[in-house]
């Protein structure tokens, strides 16, 4: 592998869960899941503090898990890394949700559905100006019960997006409760193929399969990575508690999930 991501994402729930708790925000659970993803693909991908033209593009749909962009972005040095200190405090532009307005968020993310819809828009003009760079989209699995998402997903089979990789974080929770309850999308992989798109399965918490599956080139198809995972991750009281998708932490949860992540 091309980098420590134990280490990385160490100290990155650890920085995540310090801002979440301070701003006494919410979504813990769903940043945790997400953050194995977030490291490898900010790690591989051509993305820089300079933000060139030509680069690779980076959306992030599920933007509730804002906290752990901006640590990355901050760690690209993209952003300043002590606007992190202002993290959902009065009057500061890093609100809870994704927003444009940051240095490096490429679109706004938090209204399910639009995150691909986005990606197909970039992923197109790169084909029609010709210009170098992938495109990549991490979406919930909680948008794959929205339409835009399968308007989107025949746009891009159709112009053959071989520049976009979708990422679903597929934790089995959304807010109100387990997806298959609210409105099952399983088998997710059928789906996808019938639609014309290249799919690949890993566990999402798997460094080796997350960056094989990125660094993989599919040709003349947009390529989705369907990513097993576990909300909460790396706490085990938040682990597949959906609880912890909108609770505030108290001082006590702070001071124990921090504990099990210094192990």
Known sequence: MSADYKKITLEARKAVLDMIYRAQASHIGSNFSAIDMLAVLYNIA????????????????KGWIAASVYYFLAEKGIIPEKDLETFCQDNSKYIGLSEPNVRGIEAAGGSMGYGLPFGVGFALAKKIKKEKGRVFVLMSDGEMQIGT????????SQY?????????????????????????????????????WEVKEIDGHNFEEIEKALNSIQKEKPMIIIAKTIKGKGVSFMENNNLYHYKQLSEEEYQAALKELNG
């Open 46 to 61: 051509n993305v820089d503090k300079d933000l060139k033209e030509d680069r690779d593009r980076i959306l992030v749909s």
């Open 149 to 156: 998402t399968w308007e989107s997903a025949l746009i891009a």
């Open 160 to 196: 053959k997006l071989d520049n976009l990789s979708v990422i679903v974080d597929n934790n089995k929770l959304q807010a109100m409760g387990k997806v298959e309850d609210i409105l099952n999308i399983n088998p997710l992989k059928d789906k996808w193929q019938a639609f014309g």
